[in-house]
């Protein structure tokens, strides 16, 4: 019997290592097989779901030999046939720190060229007080030809309408599930930092764009770090995890240490966080540059630092405002996509000579990548930390400090 594109449809692996993006790594007659939902040292069986030439992808069916670390789903909705919601949820939250962390140090060794630490004892640190339930403050649903709104399936167009996601906290959905949507519309649901629910839709496009309405409480959530209030709007970005934002900001001034009269960079900076913990250390005669794409977060950004003189918010790409830039920077801070910032951006920071460098990445391999050409064009690495501001997820958000 065959499954997808003439591979085989089930077999019988043991699962290796973990692999970026939240598989094992298996192998069957000297090929590779990419296996999710089945842990380190397993013996499980699996369905073959697609045929990539030199590699498989598989899900696990049956779990033959369980790891230790292997617990029943704290999500719900997800698993194989489920939700893409929570792909480790079925892993104690210290096996799942213990398997990002090994996942960063391969990817930094192999990508970046840099020995974090070695695989068996990296680790990612928890957030906050650690929960692996109920820590999500920020969700979008999509919606299907129904009107439903729903949680995709992993790689997939299809909705799972069971809205008990175990990353959300207790009732922050019970609204939604009722409610009928046009198809395609996004629904963007937040609890701010004053306990308020926010439900906006987006949504769906039509030729004159993508139309915004309130559903429920206000467009903007309000969201506070260190006595200073930010209204961002609820389809625009925000950390996540309710505690996130609050400790990147006080990583930042730790790391960034910089002296009255300095100058910063907060390079995809969004609403300007990391910008108000850097305008407080360089005083009124330093000065702050904030960029970013987001009109939105701009809007945010003016609004919340309007107080503070040495702070110029950009709406712009980083390349475009850097190349624009005459005045070097004393600390450059980036907190780019998924992507990356890439070789054009870490070129226009090295050519401008900033001596210090604190980079965040929320994607582990283009994280490394980037961690190289650093390394490459004369940095030092003082520090890497990996935090599991995703808990249930194979999602990490990862930091370099680095110097020249």
């Known amino acids: 019997?065959?499954?997808?594109?003439?591979?085989?449809?089930?077999?019988?692996?043991?699962?290796?290592?973990?692999?970026?993006?939240?598989?094992?790594?298996?192998?069957?007659?000297?090929?590779?097989?990419?296996?999710?939902?089945?842990?380190?040292?397993?013996?499980?069986?699996?369905?073959?779901?697609?045929?990539?030439g030199s590699y498989w992808h598989a899900d696990v069916i049956e779990v033959l030999d369980p790891s230790p670390q292997r617990i029943a789903s704290l999500c719900p909705i997800a698993g194989v046939d489920g939700a893409g919601c929570c792909d480790l949820a079925f892993v104690t939250p210290d096996g799942a720190r213990g398997l990002k962390g090994a996942v960063v140090a391969n990817q930094l060794a192999r990508l970046g060229g840099y020995q974090w630490r070695d695989e068996d004892e990296a680790t990612a640190e928890a957030i906050g007080d650690g929960a692996a339930t109920g820590w999500r403050t920020r969700v979008r649903l999509d919606t299907g030809e129904d009107g439903v709104a729903g949680f995709h399936r992993y790689h997939s167009a299809d909705l799972v309408t069971d809205l008990r996601c175990a990353q959300l906290p207790a009732g922050m959905l019970d609204e939604v599930g009722p409610l009928r949507f046009p198809a395609g519309a996004h629904v963007h649901v937040a609890v701010d930092d004053d306990g308020a629910r926010h439900i906006v839709q987006s949504g769906p496009r039509t030729g004159r764009g993508a139309p915004t309405s309130v559903v429920s409480?206000?467009?903007?959530?309000?969201?506070?770090?260190?006595?200073?209030?930010?209204?961002?709007?609820?389809?625009?970005?925000?950390?996540?995890?309710?505690?996130?934002?609050?400790?990147?900001?006080?990583?930042?001034?730790?790391?960034?240490?910089?002296?009255?009269?300095?100058?910063?960079?907060?390079?995809?900076?969004?609403?300007?966080?990391?910008?108000?913990?850097?305008?407080?250390?360089?005083?009124?005669?330093?000065?702050?540059?904030?960029?970013?794409?987001?009109?939105?977060?701009?809007?945010?950004?003016?609004?919340?630092?309007?107080?503070?003189?040495?702070?110029?918010?950009?709406?712009?790409?980083?390349?475009?405002?850097?190349?624009?830039?005459?005045?070097?920077?004393?600390?450059?801070?980036?907190?780019?996509?998924?992507?990356?910032?890439?070789?054009?951006?870490?070129?226009?920071?090295?050519?401008?000579?900033?001596?210090?460098v604190i980079h965040i990445g929320c994607e582990a391999a283009s994280f490394a990548r980037d961690v190289g050409l650093y390394l490459s064009a004369g940095y030092t690495v003082e520090e890497v930390r990996v935090f599991d501001s995703f808990p249930l997820t194979h999602h990490v958000e990862c930091v370099a400090v680095l110097t020249r």
């Open 217 to 356: 409480g206000d467009y903007e959530a309000t969201q506070r770090i260190a006595g200073r209030v930010w209204r961002v709007p609820v389809t625009a970005f925000w950390q996540a995890h309710r505690d996130a934002a609050r400790r990147y900001s006080e990583l930042v001034a730790h790391w960034a240490a910089l002296q009255p009269g300095q100058t910063a960079w907060d390079l995809y900076g969004g609403a300007g966080v990391f910008a108000a913990a850097l305008a407080d250390q360089v005083g009124e005669g330093g000065r702050v540059l904030t960029v970013d794409t987001s009109r939105a977060a701009g809007r945010s950004a003016r609004a919340a630092l309007a107080d503070l003189g040495q702070v110029s918010v950009v709406t712009d790409s980083v390349r475009r405002a850097l190349s624009a830039e005459r005045q070097a920077a004393d600390v450059a801070v980036l907190d780019p996509p998924r992507a990356g910032a890439g070789r054009d951006i870490i070129d226009l920071i090295s050519a401008a000579g900033v001596p210090r």
């Open 1 to 52: 019997m065959s499954g997808s594109d003439g591979a085989p449809a089930e077999l019988t692996l043991q699962a290796g290592p973990p692999a970026n993006g939240g598989s094992c790594v298996a192998r069957h007659d000297g090929r590779v097989v990419f296996v999710r939902h089945a842990l380190p040292g397993e013996t499980v069986r699996v369905r073959v779901q697609s045929d990539r």
